[in-house]
């Protein structure tokens, strides 16, 4: 985990921030939804807030508390080209001051129609043998 302490004021303003900017559309239809579940530890995550972001359209998919599991009913558009993306993860945490974030050079699949994907955000940052910078790992269970 990629974390580093900012003040508190600074949490509350990047929250602030996001909570302002558009989201993406989501579709209505409960057959895009996709399920991800995150290993963050909730007692580290408690009082959080928790980001995620899609590099493909730069827009935030999820903004809310943590959770184990977040459902995203994806917009078709996303769904296009086999659904491959690049998701940032972040949790903003006010006390004790926290910015932690995970991100990726590797995309993939995540927003194949009714899919369930787990996310370890707590592995160890790794750069494979083609220079890929991995903060995160991604399991696919379809």
């Not at 900012?6 to 989201?23: K, Y």
């Not at 993406?24 to 928790?50: Q, W, Y």
């Not at 996303?78 to 945490?93: I, K, M, S």
């Amino acid at each position: 985990m990629k974390c580093r302490e900012i003040p508190e004021e600074a949490v509350i303003e990047r929250i602030a921030t996001l909570q302002a900017i558009p989201r993406h559309a989501f579709a209505s239809d409960a057959a895009n939804l996709v399920h991800f579940e995150l290993d963050v530890d909730p007692e580290k995550a408690r009082g959080g807030t928790f980001v995620i972001r899609s590099q493909r359209t730069g827009e935030v998919v999820y903004l809310g508390p943590y959770a184990p599991r977040v459902q995203i009913a994806a917009n078709p558009s996303l769904q296009d080209d086999g659904g491959w993306d690049n998701l940032t993860f972040e949790l903003l945490l006010p006390r004790p001051g926290l910015s932690c974030r995970w991100s990726t050079d590797l995309g993939h699949p995540f927003w194949t129609e009714a899919q369930r994907v787990r996310i370890k955000l707590m592995a160890p940052r790794h750069i494979d043998d083609q220079g890929l910078v991995h903060d995160y790992d991604v399991e696919i269970l379809r």
